[in-house]
């Protein structure tokens, strides 16, 4: 059983440019979170999201910040119009069920440079 | 406000070595308290949860401790390996929510041999 997947690991953008980035949850899986990690902080929330549904995005920057998670295919985080500040390593989690905290597995990140 | 705060920051320890580091909260209902390993370019990998009655929680060589009156908690490791180092994140979920998390910031250790 694959553990969660992230895509691409590493991305670069320049200013203005759109970043797409990709989460495929763990088999049988069908909650996903989003967070955000700036360097030497921790994780922030950004978004929890269920097939088709948006739970919760009181994380999200009000502008720019997108989510969504198809019926079919990977969860996407999308960010419009980059700017320098969104530089950070973005992690995915999936759950089963909306369980505690203890049931989010992560992925490994995608590490988004801004130049 | 909701924060958890850890120290030190960073860490360098000579393998074998015991070390123990440091979480305080302020997060309010509190739930539970657990303890995340970060492996450079990996996520965070759950190592303990800590409900309001356990006071120690030991897996494998690490053991966690938790004050819920001073709203403290610390995680010992005992004879370190080089697969330690890592950051080691504090998270206190809101007792009012079963998905947000709160992070610390971590504390980066650095096993030398």
């Known amino acids: 059983n694959a553990g969660v997947m992230q895509n691409p690991r590493h991305l670069v953008r320049r200013r203005g440019q759109e970043a797409r980035l990709r989460c495929s949850p763990m088999?049988?899986?069908?909650?996903v979170y989003w967070y955000r990690q700036l360097p030497e902080e921790g994780l922030k929330f950004m978004v929890y999201?269920?097939?088709?549904?948006?739970?919760?995005e009181s994380g999200m920057p009000k502008e720019r910040f997108s989510a969504e998670f198809p019926k079919e295919g990977p969860s996407i985080l999308r960010i419009q119009q980059v700017v320098r500040g969104d530089s950070a390593a973005y992690f995915c989690?999936?759950?089963?069920?909306?369980?505690?905290?203890?049931?989010?597995?992560f992925g490994p990140g995608t590490r988004l440079t801004v130049l | 406000k909701n924060q958890v705060e850890q120290s030190p920051q960073s860490l360098i320890i000579l393998e074998g070595k015991n070390c123990t580091l440091q979480?305080?909260?302020?997060?309010?209902?509190?739930?539970?308290l657990r303890w995340y390993k970060q492996d450079t370019g990996r996520g965070p990998v759950s190592l303990t949860i800590?409900?309001?009655s356990e006071n120690t929680k030991s897996n494998g060589r690490y053991t966690a401790t938790l004050d819920a009156d001073t709203k403290q908690s610390s995680l010992h490791i005992t004879a370190s390996q080089l697969s330690d180092s890592a950051s080691y994140i504090c998270?206190?979920?809101?007792?009012?929510?079963?998905?947000?998390?709160?992070w610390g910031a971590g504390t980066k250790l650095i096993i030398k041999p």
């Open positions: 989690a999936s759950s089963p069920n909306r369980g505690g905290p203890d049931t989010q597995y």
């Open positions: 088999k049988g899986h069908s909650h």
């Open positions: 800590m409900t309001f």
């Open positions: 998270v206190v979920p809101p007792g009012d929510s079963n998905y947000q998390l709160i």
């Open positions: 979480c305080n909260y302020t997060v309010s209902p509190f739930s539970n």
């Open positions: 999201l269920q097939k088709e549904n948006i739970i919760d």
